[in-house]
Every structure is written in structure tokens, then in C-alpha cells.
């Protein structure tokens, strides 16, 4: 096994799902969930994480090609996804109704995706692939994506201690934060699209 795409990779995916900067988003959305549920909900929103991020690796470039999208497109549409979601955050308004924070429908979105498996995994998870030569390679790229989804289940499983820590007014003023970063990483996103866009045309 290549342990030095295994590196690459988790380094990248890991700072990608960036599981410290959804802790806050984490623990707004759950904050009406008992412990057990939070619990479950962590663990659900990385299992989605996983699959979306799974299929994309095997499938990406074929499911692509047959829908007729770019990865540029994708990461337009992910972009738009991430500035509504981070406008939530900025508002203080991402807890949504305490409805589906306990039904758990908040695991799937917006934390499954797109906050965990949004445009920039999906990207990083298809790139990694194409760049795996042999089935050593890509044990290695699988592992480390393995590696990168668990250490951010364990991140967000025990959040609730770091919740404890900064209080409710330091967690509306990390989220406020969170919000203004990912409204950036939004603008990102869009741009690096239309600027291959611009080099290299609209495929």
C-alpha cells in the first residue's frame, strides 16, 4: 500500500470534512436532541457522508458523464448549497425547528451533505481515485478516506463536551464565524468553476 497517498489523501479529506469547524453547526442543529439522539444523529450524518462519498469514488466520473455534468457544474451547484446554508449560520437561524432536529432529518441534510460530503470531498474523492494506478493504490485512497470519516464521527460524537465549554453565546458567535467561512468557501467553490470555465470553455 502506498503510504504516502494514503497520507496525502487523509490529510486532504480530513481538512475537507474539517470536523472542528462543523462542531458548532453540529451542536446547533442538535441542541433540542437528548444525548442518545445526538448520539444517532452524528452517527447517521457521517454514514450518509460515507455512501455519498463512496459512490462518487467508484461511480463519479460515470454518473457524470450519463447526467451530462461537469465537475465544474457540481461544484456551482454545491456553492449555491453551501451560501443558503452558510445565510443560516450568519442569521443564527440554521436549528431550523425543533420538529426535524428530533425526527433526525437534519443528519441527512444539511450535515450529511452538503456540509460532510459536499462538492469539495466528492472532488477530492474522484481525483484521488483517477490517481490510484493498481489495487494497493486504491486500498490506499479507500483507507484513508475510512480513516478521515472516522475521525470526524468521533469528533462530532463528542462535541457535546466542547458544546459544554462555550456556552450558548460562544456558540452563536463560533457559528456567526462558521457562517462567514463557508459563505467564503462558497465564492470559492463558484469561482475556481467559471474560472476553468473561462480558460477552457463550458464542456
Keep these: 500500500m502506498s503510504i504516502a497517498l494514503f497520507t496525502q489523501a487523509f490529510v486532504t479529506l480530513l481538512v475537507i470534512f474539517d470536523p472542528l469547524a462543523a462542531i458548532p453547526v453540529f451542536l446547533t442543529l442538535t441542541r433540542h436532541q437528548s444525548p442518545a439522539a445526538r448520539r444517532r444523529t452524528a452517527r447517521v450524518s457521517v454514514l450518509v457522508a460515507a455512501g455519498i462519498v463512496a459512490v462518487f469514488a467508484v461511480l463519479g466520473n460515470q454518473l457524470l458523464d450519463a447526467l451530462g ?21 450568519l442569521k443564527a437561524d440554521c ?7 428530533e425526527s433526525g432529518a437534519v443528519a441527512f441534510v444539511p450535515l450529511g451533505t452538503p456540509m460532510l460530503a459536499g462538492p469539495g470531498a466528492i472532488a477530492a474523492t474522484m481525483l484521488y481515485m483517477e490517481k490510484a494506478d493498481d489495487g494497493a493504490e486504491i486500498a490506499a485512497v479507500a483507507l484513508a478516506m475510512a480513516a478521515a470519516l472516522l475521525v470526524t464521527w468521533l469528533t462530532l460524537r463528542f462535541s457535546a463536551g466542547i458544546g459544554r465549554l462555550l456556552k450558548d453565546n460562544g456558540l452563536n458567535l463560533v457559528t456567526r464565524v462558521m457562517g462567514l467561512l463557508g459563505a467564503a468557501i462558497a465564492v470559492q467553490l463558484v469561482a475556481g468553476a467559471l474560472q476553468h470555465w473561462l480558460r477552457w470553455g463550458v464542456a
Design 69 to 89: 455534468i461537469s465537475l465544474q457544474a457540481l461544484q456551482v451547484a454545491g456553492g449555491a448549497l453551501l451560501a443558503l446554508i452558510a445565510l443560516d449560520l
Design 95 to 101: 436549528a431550523r425547528n425543533r420538529a426535524d432536529a
